[in-house]
């Protein structure tokens, strides 16, 4: 056999080879692709039968469904209860505890009557007055830090919002008419609010 005889059977072995190598590949791909679309069916089938499992069983389902708004409700109910015991503490402590800063506001003007009292040393009480004159604008300087205030009944029209009209005055001239001419008690506010309407007497 010639040298070119045998290299034309190598090149035909080589290109057999190459033949079968293409022809593997091919039919290692169609494997792959069928086993990925089996895989897909099967993963179809499976969902096919949850779903048809769940259809054909409504009640599981049903009772899931109550088993979990029975949660939600117990948690709810828990939360609410929480905070109504919460919120009946802290009106508690408001209605303990409310008037707490009016005492401790309160408190040195009492100091101040007490060393007034204990200092007395005048004998006519004209320091004693003095002093109580002033431990009462203290005391009044006091209600205004906490929202009391007097009202203010000097030559006004009578108002039946903040006065009460305790006695009625003739004679005292048209100008006078419906006015007040003297204020019995104080009235006063407390945020604007009449805690204590003033007693007056009004023209006639």
Do not use: W
């Not at 008037?99 to 101040?112: N, R, S």
């Not at 209600?143 to 009460?164: P, Q």
Request: proline share 1%; hydrophobic share 35%.
């Amino acid at each position: 056999m010639s040298e070119k005889e045998k290299k034309n059977i190598h090149v035909e072995d080589g290109d057999a080879q190459k033949a079968a190598q293409e022809e593997q590949k091919t039919v290692n791909t169609d494997k792959k692709a069928d086993t990925e679309e089996k895989k897909a069916d099967e993963a179809a089938k499976d969902q096919k039968e949850e779903k048809d499992q769940k259809a054909a069983d409504p009640l599981a389902e049903a009772q899931q469904q109550v088993a979990e708004l029975k949660d939600k409700y117990l948690r709810s109910v828990a939360e609410f209860d929480n905070y109504r015991k919460r919120t009946l503490k802290e009106k508690a402590d408001l209605i303990l505890n409310g008037g707490e800063k009016t005492i401790k506001a309160i408190l040195p003007v009492v100091d101040d009557f007490e060393r007034a009292l204990a200092n007395d040393k005048d004998k006519d009480g004209k320091a004693l007055r003095e002093g109580m004159e002033l431990i009462l604008r203290k005391f009044e300087k006091t209600l205004e830090s906490l929202g009391v205030k007097k009202i203010d009944t000097k030559d006004k029209d009578f108002n039946t919002e903040n006065m009460e009209a305790v006695a009625m005055v003739p004679g005292m001239g048209d100008d006078k008419k419906g006015k007040v001419i003297d204020c019995v008690l104080t009235g006063y506010t407390l945020n604007d609010k009449v805690i204590r309407h003033a007693k007056v007497a009004v023209g006639q």
